[in-house]
């Protein structure tokens, strides 16, 4: 399969539109545009009978005490875990393009309505569900896309890595909470064919993208 973005190029930077926040020199950050990136796919097989997208963050941090603390930095050679930020399943097999903005164009504070979406498919909750969980102004069930906010003193840049599934099924076999997990465990055994791009972001003004 061949998969690729208008939004930005394999390997390189996203551009602040796509992202939850974006670098602010007064604030150290501030809340971006959230826009979900253009996607596009071909040479599906022919035996396809849906798509599934996940986008996933490898490079978060395993330990947060250190994790936007004035005059501390995240150690780039500190463990790290995923972090889901996109789970989009149960598209049907005649779509092989995903517009900018189509599944999300804003910050939704306690998150978007899920896990239904357009056209039948559906979207999982993103770990931002578990980071806001214990803010009152924020926690709730986040559905679909929210892009990337990394650390603003982590010394590692993030790779967020956007992946499309061919399946052999019309819809993924997974019921109950639509967690990253949940969702990646239900597509062994239904994977015809994969194809993943990356992108890279950080908030760290020293750090070099």
């Not at 986040?142 to 956007?162: A, I, K, L, S, T």
């Amino acid at each position: 399969m061949q998969f690729r973005s208008d939004s930005f190029a394999d390997g390189a930077a996203i551009p602040g539109d796509f992202a939850f926040c974006v670098a602010d020199p007064e604030t150290r950050v501030r809340l971006g545009r959230n826009v979900n990136p253009h996607l596009a796919w071909s040479d599906a097989p022919a035996a396809t009978r849906s798509f599934a997208i996940v986008c996933v963050d490898p490079d978060v941090p395993s330990v947060g005490d250190d994790v936007n603390q004035e005059a501390r930095t995240v150690a780039a050679e500190l463990p790290r875990v995923d972090f889901h930020h996109w789970l989009l399943i149960d598209l049907p097999a005649t779509v092989n393009e995903i517009r900018a903005g189509q599944f999300s164009s804003e910050v939704v504070p306690r998150g978007k309505a899920g896990p239904t979406t357009a056209g039948g498919a559906r979207q999982g909750i993103n770990d931002y569900t578990g980071w806001f969980a214990s803010d009152h102004d924020m926690s709730g069930d986040y559905y679909g896309y929210d892009g990337p906010c990394p650390p603003w003193n982590d010394e590692r840049v993030h790779r967020y890595v956007f992946t499309v599934y061919a399946l052999d099924v019309e819809q993924l076999p997974v019921s109950g909470a639509l967690t990253g997990a949940a969702v990646r465990a239900a597509l062994a055994g239904h994977v015809l064919a994969e194809a993943s791009l990356t992108g890279r972001y950080t908030l760290n003004p020293a750090v070099t993208l």
